[in-house]
């Protein structure tokens, strides 16, 4: 059991700082492609985390989704932009972009001594009734995916068809 | 040796949300930008699991998902604009595409 806990402290640790470490690089990298791929290190350590969380179904369609689905759109939008006529970003050092980075460090200060002085109350035995350690299983997710939350559910799936409609009218070319 | 503290997974979470925004607000490219939101996103989604954990509630699962399902339709949409605005303007410099300005 203290292996085991020391074990996910390791994890967590190290998948956390990478994880850090890596949203740093992607927003410090000139070149797009280089962006887009620490972005999916980052999300690969995300998916790690969630398992640290008990949350096997959400960690696999974080997997999946995001370091799946939508980063290869976003590689693939990379790719279809011309990025030598673009032209890679210009380190250009202006006083706006200091400031607003300061202002949002603020915020993350902000967050922090929110997180430190406020202990959340609340019972922590949970509504849906479960047993211990079993809140993010894909049963006790899909049992409440069909059942309690199955309205949204569906909304959820006209959603996507949306999407992909908006997709499909906005790309189409309009040379007729 | 205690259970990881569900504050240092908040503190995570708000940390890369933090860096997502300075990414939207230091960056240019239309494209970099959407990845620091899609990067916030994850952070919010981060929060869920650990509050989900914390009162051993499956709902949280739930909210995550949905902020996934959300995040996919987002980003078939906003990567089509971001085609037909280079397609259009020929840049994605967010600074040179201000006509909706004036």
Not at chain 2, 47 to 76: D, L, P, Q, T
Request: aromatic share 12%; with cysteine; net charge positive.
């Amino acid at each position: 059991m203290e292996a085991a806990l020391a074990f996910k402290w390791f994890i967590f640790l190290s998948m956390g700082l990478v994880s850090l470490f890596s949203s740093l690089m992607m927003i410090t990298r000139r070149n797009p492609i280089h962006c887009a791929l620490w972005l999916i290190v980052a999300f690969f350590c995300l998916g790690v985390i969630y398992l640290t969380l008990n949350a096997q179904f959400i960690a696999v369609a974080q997997v999946m989704v995001y370091a799946g689905a939508i980063m290869m759109l976003i590689v693939f939008v990379i790719m279809l932009i011309h990025l030598e006529r673009e032209a890679v970003e210009k380190a250009k050092f202006s006083a706006a972009k200091t400031v607003g980075a300061f202002i949002a460090f603020i915020l993350f200060l902000e967050i922090a001594a929110a997180v430190i002085s406020y202990r959340v109350g609340g019972q922590t035995t949970g509504v849906t009734d479960l047993a211990k350690g079993a809140a993010g299983t894909v049963e006790s997710v899909g049992a409440l995916l069909y059942g309690k939350y199955l309205f949204p559910f569906e909304i959820a799936s006209i959603l996507l068809l949306i999407g992909i409609v908006g997709a499909v009218i906005l790309a189409k070319r309009r040379d007729e | 040796m205690a259970d990881i503290p569900y504050s240092l997974y908040l503190l995570l979470s708000g940390a890369l949300f933090t860096i997502g925004a300075i990414g939207v607000i230091t960056r240019r490219s239309a494209i970099i930008i959407f990845m620091c939101i899609e990067l916030m996103l994850n952070a919010v989604n981060l929060s869920f699991m650990a509050f989900s954990y914390h009162y051993k509630e499956a709902s949280g699962n739930i909210f995550a998902f949905f902020v996934m399902v959300v995040a996919a339709a987002e980003a078939a949409v906003g990567l089509a604009i971001i085609l037909t605005v280079f397609k259009n303007r020929a840049t994605l410099n967010v600074d040179q595409i201000n006509t909706l300005k004036y």
